[in-house]
């Protein structure tokens, strides 16, 4: 319509087609819509994603080895990160929401020779220790990013098998943060109970390398073994084997 205008009054009609249009393309959904779905467990709330009792469980902006001491941990001050006290064993963290097929993404942080993990509906343990020394020989699932042997705890402690090895020791080192993807797939029951299928890791994701794909877990791991297994259970992080910090715990249901 302002084809025949001229000079000042073209160019103020074509700016002012050029704003209209602007306007009239829809926002990018961005970050909202890329979060959709995801509950954060650490976002600066401090420990009200977790049940009671937190033990020595305390809340920090990060965490770093000890000055003078680097197997512990020195909390820094703020939010969004939690360590599992400032001596590094209390008791473990269970998810007050509980979760069947689900997605977590997180970040950890151990100090040097520490040991922790994460455990799907509790039973479930993907292994966190200070591995990144091991090279490439003889891994087990004993190894960061491994799922834990089966164990038997009397008259002592024993492996039962080597677990399952991650396909790559893809560990950082003792100090430096870490990154974990997991795709779990709980296992299925039919109408009177009886287990239909086992639970399964769709992909473990360890430091941005795939390390477990399609596996299929035949029980729950360590000397859990033998437990019953559930539709649905809480997330654990295991804090009673050495100092540990988490960050950014996320989750998001499949089901």
């Given amino acids: 319509m302002g084809i025949h205008a001229r000079g000042g009054q073209a160019r103020f009609i074509a700016a002012g087609l050029l704003v209209a249009a602007l306007v009239a393309v829809p926002a990018r959904s ?3 819509g890329e979060e959709a779905g995801w509950i954060d467990l650490t976002g600066g709330g401090g420990l009200g994603a977790w049940r009671k009792p937190w033990g020595a469980w305390l809340e920090a902006g990060d965490a770093r080895p000890r000055p ?8 820094i001050a ?3 990160t939690i360590v599992n006290g400032r001596d590094g064993r209390t008791s473990n963290l269970l998810s007050v929401e509980e979760f069947g097929d689900v997605e977590v993404r997180l970040e950890f942080l151990i100090p040097e020779g520490s040991n922790s993990g994460i455990k799907l509906e509790g039973l479930y343990e993907i292994q966190i220790v200070d591995s990144r020394s091991k090279g490439e020989k003889n891994l087990s699932g004993r190894e960061c990013g491994g799922i834990y042997p089966r164990a038997e705890l009397l008259p002592r402690y024993r492996y039962l098998d080597d677990g399952h090895p991650p396909k790559r020791n893809a560990a950082r080192a003792a100090g430096e943060w870490q990154s974990l993807e997991v795709v779990f797939r709980a296992p299925r029951f039919d109408g009177l109970g009886k287990k239909t ?4 890791m769709e992909k473990v994701v360890l430091n941005g390398v795939a390390i477990h794909e399609s596996l299929d877990l035949g029980t729950p791991t360590g000397h859990a073994w033998h437990l019953p297994e559930v539709r649905r259970g ?3 992080l295991q804090a009673d084997h050495g100092p540990v910090a988490f960050r950014n715990v996320r989750v998001r249901k499949l089901e």
């Fill in 78 to 80: 703020g939010k969004g």
């Fill in 68 to 75: 003078g001491n680097g197997r512990l941990l020195e909390p």
């Fill in 234 to 236: 809480p997330l654990l």
């Fill in 30 to 32: 961005g970050m909202a």
């Fill in 197 to 200: 299928a086992g639970a399964r």
